[in-house]
């Protein structure tokens, strides 16, 4: 028999320990009290039995009404928000890495979602690297004079420590991995980038998921042909009632938003919650920050270097 109980822990029950135990507890003192009020009314023998009736009447409606509130299903509109491993998750301890290196071992780790920043070389081919400042200096151990070629940065790729991807590289990476799905966070033409991808990588629908960061490129981006969007909020400094309004009118398929840990902590990922849509939070490296923003404030899942998937 499928009870009230049952529900709350099934599905979703990952997502808010804290709520699923107090609604169990809720029960469970709704029962005791029933028990112990209809023994007092059989016996006659104290005037507590109609109040401990009237507690535990109180004690289901509250376990009830945080069961049949928590509004939509952050999953139901056909998004699947897997946990994301930032720049291709850490290697070594390494961040920002966004190589096949990073690729490889985090798969193994049970990542499936993997955000890769992607960069303009300066004959205009897409390569895996956060910037040409710090990123740069960070990975190749010397500071860029001028964006390299794709030629150039092949050579320097060689003889580093990491693989760094390009989007060329990329394409049969992803069909030997077929469950692996690409995240982007293109730093500069963003819809250019996405076109190009398009156009080059084999069932691109389904194997990668653009960010984007004006709500307007969302209808442009669909019409691509991408089935799953995610909405980044770093560039979006609108309030909250601007998101909300927008995400009205995103009506064509799924899409997740996600956002930095300052905007996380507000009321924005509970009212996205109870919208059906889910969210994300980025860059997490501790699982109590991890637990604190699912658990507290309604985000679904995060972008992480290290925290590896459930089973990972």
């Keep these: 028999m499928f009870s009230p109980c049952s529900r709350v822990l099934s599905g979703r029950s990952r997502k808010g320990k804290l709520r699923v135990l107090i609604i169990v507890m809720l029960f469970v003192l709704s029962a005791v009290l029933i028990a112990a009020g209809y023994v007092l009314l059989m016996r006659k023998s104290s005037p507590a039995g109609p109040g401990l009736m009237l507690c535990a009447f109180i004690a289901l409606t509250i376990a009830f009404t945080l069961l049949y509130s928590g509004g939509k299903d952050p999953s139901a509109g056909g998004f699947r928000p897997l946990r994301i491993a930032h720049a291709g998750g850490a290697v070594e301890g390494v961040t920002y890495t966004n190589s096949f290196d990073a690729l490889e071992l985090n798969l193994q780790k049970g990542f499936r ?51 760094n ?63 799953q969007v995610i909405w980044t909020l770093y560039r979006f400094n609108a309030p909250d009632r601007d998101v909300l309004r927008w995400v009205k009118v995103f009506q064509k398929g799924p899409f997740a938003i996600t956002m930095p840990v300052k905007r996380a902590k507000t009321t924005l990922p509970g009212e996205l919650a109870r919208m059906g849509i889910p969210t994300y939070v980025h860059t997490i490296n501790s699982k109590e920050d991890a637990e604190a923003l699912m658990n507290g404030y309604g985000v679904t899942e995060i972008y992480t270097d290290s925290l590896y998937p459930e089973g990972g």
């Excluded at 990123?135 to 092949?154: C, W, Y």
């Excluded at 077929?178 to 084999?202: C, F, H, R, S, Y």
């Design 165 to 227: 991807c390009t989007l060329e590289r990329l394409v049969p990476w992803l069909e030997e991995n077929p469950d692996a799905i690409i995240v982007t966070d293109v730093k500069v033409g963003n819809l250019q980038a996405l076109k190009q991808m398009a156009e080059k990588v084999p069932g691109f629908g389904k194997r990668i998921i653009p960010q984007i960061y004006l709500p307007e490129s969302y209808a442009v981006v669909k019409e691509l042909g991408y089935e």
């Design 113 to 163: 979602y993997f955000e890769l920043d992607f960069n303009y070389t300066s004959d205009g081919q897409l390569v895996c690297i956060h910037d040409w400042e710090r990123s740069f200096e960070r990975t190749f151990g010397f500071k860029a004079v001028g964006i390299p070629t794709l030629k150039e940065f092949m050579r320097l790729v060689k003889r580093g420590k990491y693989d």
